[in-house]
Nanobody, 124 residues
Framework: QVQLVESGGGLVQAGGSLRLSCAAS????????MGWFRQAPGKEREFVAR???????TYAESVNGRFVISRHNAANMMYLQMNNLKPEDTAVYYC??????????????????WGRGTQVTVSS
């Protein structure tokens, strides 16, 4: 069982930055690929970024070059550094854990554990 807790969301102006954190419980954190997803009101949950246990990374096109995903396995932590934020980045951001420990993108239904989310609001 893995429990995930997100933090670091908030209100920021367009062009600003935020750093999201995801704290994971459990002793096998490095065995999981981790992902960030987001969901805006009235929209489906969408992929943001994914990182494998050995730090392979993949990003959605909409955030590539602006967001950086990272993890600290010894501390059971994952991060999302978000730079040059845009109003369209406004959403609830979720972290998720996937037993399939690869860098390949996988749909939300493939992930085994989810956090409750943290709100990110970008004002124009």
């Amino acid at each position: 069982q893995v429990q995930l807790v997100e933090s670091g969301g908030g209100l920021v102006q367009a062009g600003g930055s935020l750093r999201l954190s995801c704290a994971a419980s459990g002793r096998t954190f490095s065995n999981y690929a981790m992902g960030w997803f987001r969901q805006a009101p009235g929209k489906e949950r969408e992929f943001v970024a994914r990182i494998s246990g050995n730090n392979g990374r993949t990003y959605a096109e909409s955030v590539n070059g602006r967001f950086v995903i990272s993890r600290h396995n010894a501390a059971n932590m994952m991060y999302l550094q978000m730079n040059n934020l845009k109003p369209e980045d406004t959403a609830v951001y979720y972290c998720a854990a996937d037993r399939e420990n690869s860098v390949a993108r996988r749909p939300p239904s493939s992930y085994d554990y989810w956090g409750r989310g943290t709100q990110v609001t970008v004002s124009s």
